[in-house]
């Protein structure tokens, strides 16, 4: 009987220490697989948050080669500046500004007269659309386009397969339109951005008693309301003239530039030519 009791004890104990080592053991290998994790989680990098920083752009003379050309692209004529720039504060670069745009230039410029025909059967100017594209994408970087008309300046006959010009009455006595004056250039990595005062105007041929003269009246905002400079010119000023006569005047504080509203164009470059990406009203 007492070996019984002893046996019994002595079967207890044994497996209290097995039970015991089991638990030291196990609480042992979980302490260390946590350190492991701790060491582990100390060792990953912390993702810190970037920040971008923005490019800062180089500027450029707005009367270099490159000021030049780019100038050139969003010069608008007398005639068509009014509807160009309506359009732009609309809607942006759209379909009816790339078409204005580039009628704008064929009439205007040397280079694209030859793209403006006539038809004596029907009596009309018209421009065919091989010829459209090509000046579209000469100026724009999305040179493509889905609508085909403008309201009272343009219309696609499909029977001839060509853009009509739609013939406009010229004013004889008086002219408005708007006139934008280039007068920063920055130039990024992947773009160049150009700002312009924009000013509009009204052109009187004033009849005096010896000779003419043309009385430029230039305004701060669209309705007219505000005059920001007025001066008779000599009848032979010309368009041309325009650009820069208005920078003097900024330039000499004639005119206050903080008070004209201003425009950004943005250009990207493709084929070592730039072209208009982009317009955004500032002010």
Do not use: H, W
């Not at 025909?117 to 029907?122: A, C, I, P």
């Not at 397969?161 to 008086?174: D, E, H, L, Q, W």
């Not at 339109?177 to 052109?203: C, F, H, N, Q, W």
């Not at 230039?218 to 005059?227: E, G, V």
């Amino acid at each position: 009987m007492r070996n019984k009791t002893i046996t019994i004890v002595c079967t207890i104990l044994i497996l209290s220490a097995v039970i015991c080592f089991g638990y030291i053991a196990i609480n042992s290998k979980v302490k260390e697989n946590k350190k492991a994790e701790e060491k582990t989680e100390e060792n990953v990098p912390v993702n810190e948050e970037v920040v971008e920083r923005e490019e800062r752009g180089q500027n450029i003379n707005v009367n270099s080669r490159i000021g030049i050309q780019l100038k050139e692209l969003i010069k608008y004529s007398e005639i068509y500046s009014s509807d160009i720039t309506n359009e732009l504060d609309r809607n942006g670069i759209s379909d009816k500004v790339k078409l204005l745009s580039t009628l704008d230039k064929i009439y205007r410029k040397e280079e694209y007269k030859q793209y403006l025909q006539y038809s004596e059967e029907s009596n009309n100017s018209y421009i065919l659309p091989e010829d459209m594209n090509t000046v579209i994408s000469q100026t724009f970087a999305d040179s493509t386009i889905s609508e085909k008309q403008v309201e009272d300046i343009l219309s696609f006959d499909e029977s001839t397969n060509s853009y009509v010009i739609i013939p406009r009455g010229f004013a004889t006595g008086s002219i408005g339109y708007v006139l934008e004056t280039p007068y920063k250039v920055t130039e990024y990595s992947d773009r160049i951005e150009m700002l312009a005062y924009r000013l509009y105007v009204t052109k009187d041929i004033a009849m005096e008693s010896i000779e003419s003269s043309i009385k430029i009246s230039l305004y701060y905002d669209k309705a007219k309301s505000t005059m920001a400079f007025s001066e008779a010119k000599d009848i032979n000023f010309l368009e041309a003239d325009e650009i820069e006569y208005v920078k003097s005047l900024i330039d000499e504080k004639k005119i206050d530039s903080s008070s004209l509203e201003t425009v950004k164009y943005t250009f990207t470059k493709t084929d070592s030519k730039y072209r208009v990406s982009k317009f955004e009203k500032q002010k």
